[in-house]
């Protein structure tokens, strides 16, 4: 049986837990933020990966031969997605492309530089992201926002499990109140950077659940500028 989320928040495994992928995570907003970003995607997903949330393998490319060689390596299918300057939902532009064949790469290679283009022509492209295809019928998505820096934060969330749909929504402001959340330890990590980090003001995270444990498949943070 999966712990509660509650037990790894406990005050004497808190600081043990986290402190590796607070520091790591602390180098990179501070990177991010001398480069003038407060938007962004794939570095979400690298900062849930500092905190131990189990990611989708990907990685980031800049032509299509660089996607031809990537699904080679990872095997199909994988999932094409376009890389940009700001945080949008790429799923709402048109941005995803699920890659079944390699003759379909042809297709997805426009595909998600062309609609974002088309779209949102105020966001720059930055690249494109390869990402292995988790297959799963459970699917969960966890929105969390600030109203201001430090305060407590509002966490919606809605899964989908064995076809049942649950939907949820708490106010947090401590370790503590994470007894309030009906998640699973595979999530703790994305409760746990938003507590640390006061300036988080939005974050998304889009799950699927795997053979053995919940995925993160897409996720986006905003800063407070």
Aim: glycine share 6%; aromatic share 12%.
């Amino acid at each position: 049986m999966l712990k509660k989320l509650a037990d790894i928040f406990k005050k004497e495994t808190w600081e043990e837990r986290f402190l590796v992928g607070k520091k790591k995570a602390e180098k990179l907003l501070e990177k991010l933020k001398k480069a003038g970003k407060t938007e962004f995607t794939t570095e979400a997903l690298e900062l849930m990966e500092f905190y131990g949330v189990s990611v989708a393998e990907y990685q980031v490319v800049t032509t299509k031969a660089d996607i031809y060689r990537v699904a080679e390596e990872m095997g199909l299918p994988v999932v094409v997605k376009t890389i940009a300057s700001k945080a949008i939902h790429r799923w709402d532009a048109g941005a995803v492309y699920v890659v079944t064949d390699k003759r379909q790469i042809e297709e997805a290679y426009p595909q998600v530089l062309g609609e974002i283009a088309t779209r949102m022509p105020w966001v720059v492209l930055e690249g494109i992201m390869v990402q292995e295809f988790v297959p799963g019928e459970d699917k969960c998505w966890i929105k969390i926002t600030r109203e201001k820096k430090n305060s407590p934060f509002k966490v919606l969330w809605k899964k989908i499990v064995k076809g049942k749909e649950e939907k949820g929504e708490e106010k947090l402001a401590r370790r503590e109140d994470m007894e309030k959340l009906p998640f699973e330890e595979s999530f703790a990590g994305i409760f746990a950077f938003v507590l640390q980090f006061g300036e988080v003001q939005k974050m998304e995270a889009d799950f699927v659940r795997g053979k053995e444990d919940w995925i993160l498949v897409d996720s986006k943070v905003w800063l407070f500028e």
